[in-house]
Structures are given as C-alpha cells and as structure tokens.
C-alpha cells in the first residue's frame, strides 16, 4: 500500500533554512501529488502548497511566496520541502500529503509527520 | 480564500451516541469537501472525500453529505477509538483550507 516516511525532527535558528523529506513506496510516483501540510502545536491544519510529481510543477499558498521550495527525485521516488528565512511561528509539524488517488487536491495518505522547531 | 466554518469546536458524548459535525464554506465548494479523522501525537487520515464518498478501510458508522456551502460529518455510533479531533478541507479551489477542527470525546 502507499506509504510516505519523512526525516527526523529539526532545529533551527531564526533566518535559516530547512530542508523536510518525503520518501514514497507503494505506488506508481509520477502518477500522483505530493502537498505539504503544517500543524503548529495545539492548532489546526494549514495547507502549504503542491508538487506534480510528473511534472515537477508546483503551487504554494500565497503566505509563503518567497520562502518556500517543493522539488522532487524521481529517481528514488521522493519529494523535499525547503522553507527558508525561518521565524518562530515556522515552529510546527511538517506533513508531506499523498494526492489523486481520488482528487488532485484530497490528502489520501500521510507521511508521519516531520517536528520543525525554530528557536535562538 | 475559501473560509471553512466547523462546529462545534468541541463535543462530549456517551458511547453509541450519534455525533454530528458541520462545515459552512464561504462560497458554493460544489461538494469538493473531505474530512479527516487525527488521533493525538498521529497524522491526520483521510475518512471521507468528495463529501461522501467513505475511503477504503474506513467504518460504515462515518458518512458525509451536503452540497452548496453547508456539509456535515456523522458517526452513527460512537466508538472509543473514535475520540479524535476531525476536520473538514475544501478542495474546490487553491489555496485549500481547513475548518478549525472539532475535538470529540468521551462522556
């Protein structure tokens, strides 16, 4: 069955950057989406932006324009999230997002999720 | 943006109760809606997509309807394993949001 596994957790100072990574298995990877979902603690869900695995052609949520980079190796089936200029509210769990197995845009199956904690 | 209203933010019922959540989108989503079951300290899971539509695996206790802007999320009988928070997302257009979540628990 498709499966995504992330990196360990991280710690950063403010203004750098972080590079998150999603390996896949268990499905055709270029057939798919991979998004990228944060959770700052005790919060709710915010959708960052997508990957076309194919394509490598990517759309992200206005309020990281600037700051976000979502690439792909299709080689080795994985996909990278790299955030940069890190604040204290950059502090969340990172979730890579399976997409079209049903609609481009539906989170069909999740990594276990990525701990980014920004900190002096 | 497309804002998603869910309610309540959070619930207490008793085992076998039959617990309902809504969500209220901004705009007509055209039924693009999912909802998502998290366990704590867990990834969120995917229960419902395209506002009814049960994924595989999921329990035929969990439904969705709805249509235009008003959608709810029903589990006919709750269960202990179902204490979760659950949230809807719409996927109609970018950027995709989510609705604040709705804790359930166990009375």
């Known amino acids: 069955q498709a499966q995504l596994l992330q990196s360990g957790a991280d710690v950063k100072k403010p203004g750098a950057s972080v590079r998150v990574s999603c390996t896949t298995s268990?499905?055709?990877?270029?057939?798919?989406?991979i998004h990228w979902v944060r959770q700052a603690p005790g919060q709710g869900l915010e959708w960052m932006g997508r990957?076309?695995?194919?394509?490598?052609?990517?759309i992200h949520a206005p309020k990281f324009q600037g700051r976000i980079t979502m690439t792909r190796d299709t080689s080795i089936s994985a996909a990278y999230l790299d955030l940069s200029r890190l604040t204290s509210d950059d502090t969340a769990r990172y979730f890579c997002?399976?997409?079209?197995?049903?609609?481009?845009?539906?989170?069909?199956?999740w990594g276990q999720g990525t701990m980014v904690t920004v900190s002096s | 943006d497309i804002q998603m209203t869910q309610s309540p933010s959070s619930l207490s019922a008793s085992l076998g109760d039959r617990v309902t959540i809504t969500c209220q989108a901004s705009?007509?989503?055209?039924?693009?809606l999912s909802w998502y079951q998290q366990k704590p300290g867990k990834a969120p899971k995917l229960l419902i997509y395209?506002?009814?539509n049960l994924a595989t695996g999921v329990p035929s206790r969990f439904s969705g309807s709805g249509s235009g802007t008003d959608y709810s999320f029903t589990i006919s009988s709750l269960q202990p394993e179902d204490v979760a928070t659950y949230y809807c997302?719409?996927?109609?257009?970018?950027?995709?949001?989510f609705g604040g979540g709705t804790k359930v628990e166990i009375k």
């Open positions: 395209g506002a009814s």
């Open positions: 990957i076309n695995l194919y394509s490598g052609g990517t």
């Open positions: 268990g499905f055709t990877f270029i057939d798919y989406y």
């Open positions: 705009q007509d989503i055209t039924n693009f």
């Open positions: 997002a399976g997409g079209g197995f049903h609609y481009t845009d539906t989170f069909d199956v």
């Open positions: 997302q719409q996927h109609t257009s970018l950027p995709l949001t």
